[in-house]
């Protein structure tokens, strides 16, 4: 997206190949953005936006959606966003609120796709968001590049930051002061660029929490984002008592990179709640495999945003994690696990989300009995090689 932004060619390298990534750039290529492949790099050519001749469809990608929903009001652009039936239920309202009160002028089905924006006269506001939401941050600071007067965003945890970052480094006109951030139309292109993609963090836990997990257990995780806000995962793991240690660190393109080593040793159970929730919202359901294995209670409460992820993520993990013999209780908000439990193997229910398929995937590791994924397919929406990576470490 920010390469479209940019004026002339950006070479992307370590681009995921995940689903969620092809969505964005088929949206991208629909509204007149040229991007094709050099050998293992991804190039693309910024420039114009022009209204696309057939709705936009983001597939499974809640990311694509909302950023684009922001990033093309800011262009002046007349779309329509389509997705698959699990995005079609997930609600936009908190995307829609700030854009409409800087004049979007929209039609949606009750808050969810298919969502129609017109070419509209937007100008900047502060807004204060009622939650800690990278994408609604992002949606309103990419709407706000073509906005009249400035557009700052407030919120009350610091989400993650890479909008911020990326936007300083193409010369945008931005500042942060603390946990505002606000952007003013610029009257200048940004900068294209050339940058390596580092590691998804939460992509890697996976395999952090296989290594964990597994007794005798160790690996080393290369080049993986180290952004503060985005290794609450990786804190997370070293207040329960996981072995972790960082053995290498640099920065790259504004974002901190590293190398960690992971290894086995006891688990200790703790409690999250809504100021920790933000920084691991994408790991929660990994962290509950873990809390399986732990000593004792783990609590997880302020993470009703889970109930409305690529799937209902609280129910999915309780359901199948009280179908492997867990001693789980369901919040309205979270779970409460009591641990430890020796897990059974039996047939999960994925609900076509990615992030299930994995955690569950890697409880399999340490399960009596075989597990059956109903949908194993789903894990391509991030990260197609993931069961190879797997079985690649296994060896």
């Not at 995940?18 to 991804?42: F, M, P, Y």
């Not at 610091?158 to 931005?174: C, K, P, V």
């Not at 504004?254 to 994408?282: A, C, S, T, W, Y």
């Amino acid at each position: 997206m920010f390469a479209a932004l940019a004026n002339g060619e950006s070479r992307i390298s370590n681009l995921s190949t995940g689903a969620d990534v092809q969505s964005t750039r088929k949206c991208l290529e629909a509204c007149g953005i040229q991007i094709w492949d050099e050998e293992n790099d991804v190039i693309v050519k910024g420039g114009k936006f022009s209204d696309p001749t057939n709705p936009l469809d983001c597939g499974n990608s809640g990311t694509t959606t909302r950023l684009l929903l922001g990033l093309m009001a800011g262009q002046g652009i007349n779309a329509t966003f389509i997705g698959d039936d699990s995005l079609s239920s997930r609600p936009m309202n908190r995307i829609f609120d700030p854009l409409s009160q800087m004049g979007l002028i929209s039609r949606s089905n009750d808050g969810k796709l298919p969502i129609t924006i017109h070419k509209s006269e937007l100008t900047g506001i502060h807004y204060t968001s009622p939650v800690a939401s990278a994408q609604v941050k992002s949606a309103v600071l990419l709407a706000g590049l073509g906005a009249g007067g400035k557009t700052s965003v407030t919120e009350s945890i610091l989400s993650r930051n890479h909008t911020e970052i990326m936007l300083t480094g193409l010369g945008a006109n931005i500042s942060v002061n603390g946990l505002s951030t606000t952007i003013s139309k610029s009257n200048f292109s940004l900068s294209p660029f050339k940058l390596s993609v580092p590691g998804d963090p939460s992509t890697a836990a996976f395999f952090a929490a296989a290594a964990a997990l597994v007794p005798n257990s160790k690996i080393i995780i290369k080049r993986i984002l180290a952004n503060p806000t985005r290794t609450g995962f990786f804190t997370a793991l070293e207040k329960m008592g996981a072995g972790i240690e960082c053995i290498n660190q640099w920065e790259d393109a504004g974002e901190i990179i590293g190398d960690l080593k992971m290894f086995h040793q006891p688990l200790r159970g703790i409690h999250f709640d809504n100021n920790d929730v933000p920084g691991l919202i994408d790991e929660l359901p990994i962290i509950a495999i873990l809390a399986t294995q732990i000593q004792g209670k783990t609590e997880v409460s302020g993470a009703k945003e889970l109930r409305v992820k690529e799937c209902d993520r609280i129910h999915a993990i309780c359901k199948n994690l009280k179908s492997m013999g867990a001693k789980i209780e369901e919040l309205d908000d979270g779970f409460i696990i009591n641990g430890p439990t020796n897990l059974k193997g039996a047939t999960i229910e994925t609900f076509h989300d990615h992030r299930i398929a994995m955690a569950f995937t890697i409880a399999g590791l340490i399960a009596e009995g075989d597990i059956v994924l109903d949908h194993p397919e789903c894990a391509s929406i991030s990260y197609p090689e993931f069961y190879d990576a797997l079985e690649g470490l296994k060896q």
